[in-house]
C-alpha cells in the first residue's frame, strides 16, 4: 500500500511552515482554534505542490464544514 503523505515528516514541516507564514491562524475568520491545513491545488492533481507552502491555506474545521 501507497504511504499516505500526512503522515510524513515532510508534511508535517510543510503544514508547519503554511501556518507560521499565516500567523497560525485561520485566513477567514482569524481564529487560532481547531486550524487544519487545506492545499489550495488539489494533492490528487498536482502532485508536485504538495509540499510546496504557496500551495497550502489554514482554515478553522468549522468554516469550511460551513463553507462547502
Do not use: M, Q
Amino acid at each position: 500500500p501507497k504511504k499516505d503523505i500526512r503522515h510524513t515528516k515532510e508534511y508535517r514541516e510543510w503544514r508547519k511552515a503554511v501556518l507560521e507564514l499565516h500567523g497560525n491562524k485561520c485566513v477567514l475568520c482569524g481564529s487560532s482554534s481547531l486550524i487544519n491545513v487545506h492545499h489550495i491545488l488539489p494533492k490528487k492533481i498536482y502532485h508536485k505542490y504538495i509540499l510546496d507552502i504557496a500551495n497550502g491555506l489554514p482554515f478553522v474545521i468549522i468554516v469550511i464544514a460551513v463553507s462547502t
